[in-house]
């Protein structure tokens, strides 16, 4: 092997060691830069949601603080009540874009209604953020003690106090039989009418001393009359109906419903009327 073939062979070995050790550092100098563009694409995205939830947070926090005092100030002057709100779903945000809330929770555990305490519950679908526009459906629970029911009830007669009991009200009053006042008291129990409830009694007992009077005709009376119709269209909203009645000793429970309801001032405050009692 001559000297120039020596020298030929070692140029190309020379020359395969150079292109070997330069291409790595190649390759990964192309690696480290789809590196930091996925880190940068990732940091990006992060900043991204983290603005959306940054900002569904502040607008969920403004929308039900704008809800709740909306609701205050539009409350009945009977009605004294701190309203919380809850807007249910996990992105109001987008909600607020389409004009209308998905649905919307009002709540009070210290509610004042004519001066005696009182909880309620008020579930609206529908909420337009238009306040002049109806709300689509509105179910609602109102718990009202002894207090509050007797200042809903106006009995017949001579509008006896009602007591709570077990499913049923108890309430005492007189009647007239031959010149004498017979005293009774009635369990009877209430159900719900549209604007009307329906108090029909199911036991009864004389309370005063008449001797040997028979007032069995007044017992048959009490226990076979129809049930007694109590409007009470003049304390709900127009467009409010009872739904359901709950009566336990603490408190009755009101289920109310309403379609196509304004959650403005006006709709809350403008009650229904009641027929004259001749």
Known sequence: MTLSETDGWEALRMQAAQNQGSEPPRKRKRARGWIVTLVILLIAAALVIG???LAEN???GIA???IAVAV???LPASVDADVDVDIAGDWV?????TGKLDKVTLSSDDAMVDGSPADFQLVATGVPLDLKQP???????VSLGPGSINELLTLPGNDPEVALGEDTVSYADSASVLGFTVGYLVNATLTPAGTDILAAPVAANITTDVGSLDVSAVIERLLGAQPVPICVADRLPI???IAGIDVQPDAATLTLTADDFTLNGESLRTRGTCPEVG
């Open 51 to 53: 603005g959306l939830f």
């Open 58 to 60: 502040v607008t969920k």
């Open 64 to 66: 039900t603080d704008a």
């Open 72 to 74: 205050e100030t539009s």
């Open 93 to 97: 945000l987008f909600q607020i874009f």
């Open 135 to 141: 709300v689509g459906n509105i179910a609602a629970t």
């Open 239 to 241: 467009g409010v109906t």
